[in-house]
């Protein structure tokens, strides 16, 4: 005969001396809870920034593993009580021996690396967070709610973000949008007349759009469509969008500067991976593909939105004082030591490294601004500059560096040498940034957010 006892194994769940034979495999792990003191913030066993514990601090072990004898007395309690006098128990529990060390163990990897994706994913928001408040302000301050949403009552708000990678960013920006217009109603007076929203979400075709419908917030207020293509041409009709918006996507180029692949030309860039303000020809082939860019994605734009429709655009970048190198550069450095040292062993070939760059800008603010006045489409309603929060590296970032260059750059580093090298690539980054924070020399800092937000001020 066989049944299903529903319960949890930490109480009873048998007649007394009913049993007589237990057996149990791989589930006395889990624990019956969390120990508390490892998500009290006042505790010095707080686990802050881990899913798991055992590379945590020696409070955080600890505390796990009283919870542990603790679940282990109740279930041997009960278990005592069910067992008919003379009965068998087997029980198999997954260990490590007394002298492996926890980081040697994969289980433990696999857990320390969803705990970074979860890190990622919060630290990520940086962007999004940091030019939360001026994006609100601006949109109460500049959305003329007659001339764009009252004049055609039945159209919806439309709004669309350019570049949104499969979320989580692209919801909380498109959040922020809505509350602001919702904002800018109730403070006029208008609430009762609010209209529907519409989001648009757009990126290349090659994105993940299913993982982006599926993790749609299931509480948000708005119709949403997926449109695939690039930004770098038009994807609405024509006075369609009242809202534009584009996060951390505009630094990737078209293409890379043809100039700097080229033997014969003076921007020919030997044996590096990506460009330094001290080689002009470089730096300046990378600035001019921006600006051609950054031009067509402008009167692209110009085309799709309504007039005095609105704009912001938030893109990685250096401020006009600072040079390349000394904020998002170091990483990129490291990288291209890697594939050189990759070189010298015979791992990669030389032809290899210099038919490859990264197809990415960090512009300045003055660049920025000369591109939007030069297409004069739009009038820059506000501009500025934010350092991202997560400004330094620390020890303790090294992986999510790695794991967060990698989910950047994999595609085009993968497409160009191949899955094994970027596999290897990527661990000899990790090793090298590893032994840079070692030896206290690692200072990677960020690229600084630069934000513009922009009005259309004229119909092509
Ligand atoms: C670093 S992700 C940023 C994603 C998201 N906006 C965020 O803040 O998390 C850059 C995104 O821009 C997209 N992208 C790059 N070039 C593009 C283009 N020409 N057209 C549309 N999307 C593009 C990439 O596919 C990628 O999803």
Known sequence: MAVGVPGSFHSWLFPKESINFMHSSFALRWLSKLPE???????????????????????VVKAFASQFLRDMETFFR???????????????IPCRTERTHPSESTSVHVLECLGNILMDMVKERGFVDATKETM??????????NQLLLSHPLIPCRVADFGCSSGPNTFAAAQIVLEAVTVKFKSDGLI???????????DLVSNDFNTLFASLPPERQYYTAGVP??????????????????????????????QVLDKKS???????????????????????????????????????????????????????????????????????????????????????????NLPVYF??????????????????????TFSNPRKHATISDVKIFTSHLRAVFDGVIEKHFGS???????????????????????????????FVFLKRVQLV
């Open 78 to 92: 009960a278990r005592s009580v069910e067992l008919a006098a003379g009965g068998l128990m087997v029980v198999l």
């Open 229 to 258: 293509g690039s930004f770098h041409s038009i994807l609405f009709p024509k006075h369609f969008l009242h809202f534009a918006y584009s996060y951390a996507a505009l630094n990737w180029l078209s293409e890379v500067p043809k």
């Open 363 to 384: 512009p300045k603010p003055k660049e920025l601004e000369a591109v939007i006045k030069r297409n004069g489409c739009f009038s820059i309603e506000r501009m500025d």
């Open 192 to 202: 009762s007349q609010l209209p529907e929203f519409q989001v648009f979400f757009t």
């Open 136 to 145: 609100s302000e601006e949109i109460v301050e500049n959305l003329d709610i």
């Open 266 to 356: 003076p921007a020919w860039n030997k044996g590096r991976i990506y460009y330094k303000s001290t080689q002009k020809e470089v730096s300046e082939a990378y600035s001019a593909q921006f600006a051609k860019d950054l031009m067509s994605f402008l009167n692209a734009r110009a085309q799709e939105l309504v007039r005095g429709g609105l704009m912001a655009l938030v893109i990685p970048g250096v401020p006009d004082i600072t040079s390349f190198e000394m904020t998002a550069g170091l990483k990129f450095e490291v990288l291209e030591n890697c594939l050189l040292d990759m070189v010298k062993i015979g791992l990669v070939s030389e032809e290899m490294v210099d038919s490859f």
């Open 420 to 450: 094994k090298v970027t596999n290897c690539l990527f661990e000899l980054f990790s090793k090298k940034l590893s032994e840079a924070a070692n030896s206290s020399s690692l200072d990677i800092q960020t690229p600084s957010a630069l």
């Open 37 to 59: 003191e490892v998500t009290r913030e006042d505790s010095p066993a707080w686990n802050k920034g881990r899913v798991t514990c055992p590379l945590s601090s020696c409070q």
